[in-house]
């Protein structure tokens, strides 16, 4: 079947835009997370989705940065008035829930590559 | 204290050879589980191994193996007749306890793998 889809695959922007990130996770996961990727500070947790809510946004680094799910499918990860040091790969994962074993393995997105000028 | 280690940012290896690339780990937490991912030039995040906390063999995939001591808290991932293709960023991570939905992954900082015909 499909894997985890994101779009756009790149994205420029200029300083102080908003900018939006889709994830589309693999059909049947409704665990679904964000991380980035970036060179200072490796890959990081953002915020983990169960379904349409989001228990744990723990890894958000502002309040510039949100995220919504709806119907359990994809997600969006919004980020207002962008900075430079946004610039990094956005990674959205998804897995099953309350998997044991490799069940509960996250398999990734091809990332969405962010480039604030 | 850093959770995952990877000591090796970067590696050279003949075509063909076993390579070993280390990995530790530190949790105070009885449950959990260890996976290797492989990211290669294009960036897609490539789930290759899994290891839970409490299986009491050493996981195998094809050529891939993860040398599991957990008395020493390492989980080094062994390839076997390397290729070309090998030749990638391989990430070590780590979900800690079982908070069912919610494993964020932890991850190190990853070593560099180059293949050498």
């Known amino acids: 079947g499909a894997g985890v889809s994101q779009s756009p695959s790149n994205k420029v922007t200029e300083k102080g835009k908003d900018v939006e990130l889709r994830c589309d996770p693999i059909s049947g996961h409704t665990a679904l997370y964000w991380y980035r990727q970036s060179l200072g500070q490796g890959l990081e947790f953002l915020i983990y989705f169960q379904g349409n809510s989001a228990p744990d946004k723990s890894g958000l680094p502002s309040d510039r940065f949100s995220a919504e799910r709806t119907g359990g499918s994809v997600s969006t990860l919004t980020i207002q008035r962008t900075q430079q040091e946004d610039s990094a790969v956005y990674l959205c994962?998804?897995?099953?829930?309350?998997?044991?074993?490799?069940?509960?393995?996250?398999?990734f997105g091809p990332g969405t590559r962010l480039l604030v000028l | 204290a850093q959770k995952i280690t990877q000591t090796q940012p970067g590696m050279f290896v003949q075509e063909k050879e076993a390579v070993t690339l280390d990995c530790t780990y530190d949790?105070?937490?009885?449950?959990?589980?260890l996976f290797w991912y492989k990211q290669p030039s294009s960036g897609e995040m490539i789930f290759l191994i899994y290891q839970g906390s409490y299986d009491q063999q050493n996981a195998t995939e094809g050529r891939y193996s993860l040398n599991f001591q957990k008395a020493r808290k390492s989980a080094n991932l062994v390839i076997s007749a390397s290729q070309l293709g090998d030749s990638a960023m391989y990430f070590c991570?780590?979900?800690?306890?079982?908070?069912?939905?919610?494993?964020?992954?932890?991850f190190g900082t990853g070593t560099r793998l180059t293949i050498i015909p």
């Open positions: 949790t105070s937490d009885p449950s959990y589980g």
């Open positions: 991570a780590m979900r800690e306890g079982r908070n069912f939905g919610n494993e964020k992954l932890t």
């Open positions: 994962a998804s897995s099953l829930v309350g998997g044991w074993g490799g069940e509960e393995t996250q398999y």
